[in-house]
Nanobody
């Protein structure tokens, strides 16, 4: 069974940094694009970032552009989200997901086939 397991969440002060990891197991995700989404309390889940299967193309939500960086290491089946200059509004549960869908639908959750269980990120102001 294919699994995505997030880690690296926690409590951080505003202006600080965290790096999330998402390890894949049970199958290879080398041919999949990988994405990060987040859901804040009382809000719908939203797109954060996506990276292509090769790592050569990335997409970001406007709210995190310039502060977050997505990367992947196919040798260890892991995708990362480096989050810098964190703000209180970044507080959410962060999920990683995998898709074979085209890049033009990079932010559409319905296009993602596999999801992790999420990791909590809390930014104190």
């Amino acid at each position: 069974q294919a699994l995505l397991v997030e880690s690296g969440g926690g409590l951080v002060q505003a202006g600080g940094s965290l790096r999330l990891s998402c390890a894949a197991s049970g199958r290879t995700f080398k041919g999949y694009a990988l994405g990060w989404f987040r859901q804040a309390p009382g809000k719908e889940r939203e797109f954060v970032a996506r990276i292509s299967s090769s790592g050569g193309a990335t997409y970001y939500a406007d709210s995190v552009k310039g502060r977050f960086t997505i990367s992947r290491d196919n040798a260890v089946n892991t995708v990362y989200l480096q989050m810098n200059t964190l703000k209180a509004e970044d507080t959410a549960v962060y999920y990683c997901a995998a898709t074979l869908g085209p890049a033009s639908y990079y932010s559409e959750q319905s296009r993602y086939d596999y999801w992790g269980q999420g990791t909590q990120v809390t930014v104190s102001s």
